[in-house]
């Protein structure tokens, strides 16, 4: 079993940023592939950025590339997303999540099997 906690979210005026954090805990995910996800009131889970532990390739939803960034911390077990720019459009939840680095397509919520509780992005115009 994995745990995730996430944190970092609040409220940001457009143009601001924030950095969320994830940290997990229990087995080890040195073999697995992080990602972050989002869902908007009314709107389906988004895929938002992702990162291989081992090696740290980098993958991003295209409505974040180039104002977002997903990094890992391996000595705190931590996946950072640090959020420029930000929008009205990039208000939701934010989930961390976890999953085997081969398990299926990085953008899919069924290639997690771990998922955290999730932290409200709030971005005011």
């Known amino acids: 079993q994995v745990q995730l906690v996430e944190s970092g979210g609040g409220l940001v005026q457009a143009g601001g940023s924030l950095r969320l954090s994830c940290v997990a805990s229990?087995?080890?995910?040195?073999?697995?592939?992080m990602g972050w996800f989002r869902q908007a009131p009314g709107k389906e889970r988004e895929f938002v950025a992702a990162i291989r532990w081992s090696g740290g390739s980098t993958y991003y939803g295209d409505s974040v590339k180039g104002r977002f960034t997903i990094s890992r911390d391996n000595a705190k077990n931590t996946v950072y997303l640090q959020m420029n720019s930000l929008k009205p459009e990039d208000t939701a939840v934010y989930y961390c999540a976890a999953g085997p680095a081969t398990k299926g397509l990085h953008t899919w919520n069924s290639a997690y099997d771990y998922w955290g509780q999730g932290t409200q992005v709030t971005v005011s115009s």
């Open positions: 229990g087995r080890s995910v040195s073999t697995y592939r």
